[in-house]
């Protein structure tokens, strides 16, 4: 399939692995861009840019093919050393960066200079706007139902997507829901160049997560996650859990004098254990509404497939099947 995110990306298919803290390493950055489409490794889950330039490399032995890095800008006070993790990148010869958060504009000279692409994850028009205005190349348009931050707008990808096709002039993908063929035919039909998945590939036999990480997602019906730290206007859907529920009671209780540190303990540095140890309930984690369409655990390579096979079998057969009657 060609559409202006294959092109711009030189990939087979329009299909990207959107950045995952402690999911998006090389094993699944590599296994994604292997099977055609845009595999990303998360800077930050590297604790430091020399992390990330060995995570490059790792990278660059397990896939001849692109594949990009996640770059977050968080809303912190005490900023990751961001000028050494885009060193690292630049110098690790990746052509691809996700950049997701607060604005990435400071950093746009320093990355197109090297001939990178950036793709911008943005959760409003009015976001996706201000990338196409600062020269990001492409967006990446994630509404209500993703998996991670969704932003305060409350707006789910049935209405996002065609608002941000009337608006913007540069490429974009849908992220948040996407699962299957149907999804990636719908989000061309609203108007996207492709489609961003997240919770998706985490259910896949070569990311690099717990079995029981795994397990809850398949599990998980669309109806299990929550939104946490609304309060904060730092919105996140979370799978939900035993973490969730202490969270959201100390949000009930606290309402409006909840500050960051009440919750420190469901939300710092919980990643680790969840993903690589598997501990499930040690905090929250964020999950798509989309696990209600995930059943299984297949390779990277047999969902890409499959989603590319199904989303041609619906275009050639059933969507111009219904033109001829
Ligand atoms: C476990 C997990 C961790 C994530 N971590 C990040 C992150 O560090 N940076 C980022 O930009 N997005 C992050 N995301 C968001 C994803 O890149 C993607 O935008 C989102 O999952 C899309 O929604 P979906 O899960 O419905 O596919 C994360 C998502 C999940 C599920």
Redesign the pocket.
Same mark, same amino acid.
């Given at each position: 399939m060609k559409t202006r995110i294959t092109e711009l990306f030189g990939i087979q298919h329009p299909i990207i692995q959107?950045?995952?803290?402690?999911?998006?390493f090389a094993e699944l950055a590599a296994a994604v861009s292997n099977a055609g489409g845009l595999g990303l490794i998360?800077a930050?889950?590297q604790r430091n840019p020399e992390a990330l330039a060995n995570e490059i490399r790792r990278c660059r032995a397990m896939t001849d093919k692109p594949f990009g890095v996640?770059l977050?800008f968080l809303p912190t006070v005490s900023s990751p050393d961001y000028p050494g993790y885009i060193r690292a990148i630049i110098d690790g010869g990746v052509k691809a960066v996700?950049t997701? =958060?607060n604005n990435p504009q400071k950093w746009m000279p320093m990355l197109h200079e090297a001939g990178i692409k950036v793709i911008h994850?943005c959760t409003s028009v009015r976001h996706a706007l201000k990338a196409e205005a600062i020269g990001c190349d492409a967006v990446?348009v994630?509404g209500f139902?993703?998996?991670?931050?969704p932003g305060e707008d409350d707006v789910p990808n049935f209405i996002l997507l065609p608002r941000a096709a009337e608006e913007l002039r540069i490429p974009f993908v849908a992220?948040? =829901?996407?699962?299957d063929g149907r999804s990636l035919v719908a989000a061309l039909a609203l108007g996207a160049d492709g489609m961003?998945?997240?919770?998706?590939?985490?259910a896949t036999q070569e990311a690099p997560v717990h079995a029981r990480v795994k397990e809850a997602i398949v599990a998980a019906s669309e109806l299990d996650t929550r939104l946490v730290m609304r309060g904060l206007r730092n919105t996140e859907r979370v799978l939900h859990n035993a973490a969730t529920d202490r969270l959201l009671e100390k949000e009930r209780t606290l309402g409006s004098a909840l500050k960051f540190d009440d919750i420190i303990e469901e939300v710092a540095g919980v990643?680790p254990r969840i993903?690589q140890q598997g501990d499930m309930d040690a905090g929250v984690?964020?999950?798509?509404?989309?696990a209600g369409l995930i059943h299984d655990v297949p390779s990277v390579k047999e969902l890409i497939d499959r989603i590319m096979a199904q989303a041609h079998d619906i275009i050639a057969k059933r969507l111009s099947g219904m033109l001829q009657a």
């Open positions: 959107g950045g995952m803290h402690y999911v998006g998360t930050l889950t996640n977050t996700e997701a =958060g994850k990446s994630d139902e993703c998996g991670g931050h992220s948040g =829901g996407m699962a961003n998945m997240g919770t998706r590939f985490i990643y993903m984690w964020s999950c798509g509404m989309v």
